[in-house]
């Protein structure tokens, strides 16, 4: 997958659907992250850019967060941090958000659900994206 960059920010993850830009980037929070209790956490800011001719609404969203064990957490509900938003032809939005996993790795993808001219729906993809601990040690033989 290639990166995007948009506004001097890198987003690694970058997928267009239905004309639709979702883009994503992931942070190691280690301040938050207790590995003696089995407990890593990543935030993730993402970028939605709408590249159709029409306003688009998020409705709800769906997220299936998956660790290295195979285990899956299914995520369902409204919109995103408690908003819906309205995007405009050419405009984007964006939020940050959190998971906590409990492995050191991982990964997450998904999908919104979105309106457009009144009640026409349209399924957008989010990329897959990784959520792993940085390297703390390097060993090298």
Do not use: C
Not at 12 to 34: A, M, W
Not at 62 to 89: F, L, M, R, S
């Amino acid at each position: 997958m290639k990166q995007y960059i948009k506004n001097n920010i890198q987003y690694p993850y970058s997928l267009i659907t239905h004309g639709i830009r979702i883009s994503v980037k992931t942070n190691f929070l280690e301040d938050q992250s207790d590995e003696d209790r089995n407990l890593w956490v990543w935030s993730y800011h993402i970028l939605i850019e709408n590249n159709r001719p029409e306003t688009v609404q998020l409705i709800d969203r769906y997220w299936k967060i998956t660790d290295e064990t195979g285990h899956i957490n299914e995520v369902k509900g409204a919109g995103v941090i408690g908003q819906q938003p309205i995007i405009n032809p050419k405009n984007s939005f964006q939020y940050s958000s959190g998971t906590p996993l409990s492995r050191p790795s991982g990964f997450m993808d998904g999908a919104y659900n979105m309106i457009y001219e009144g009640n026409k729906s349209l399924k957008v993809i989010i990329p897959t994206f990784s959520l792993d601990k940085p390297l703390t040690k390097i060993i090298l033989n």
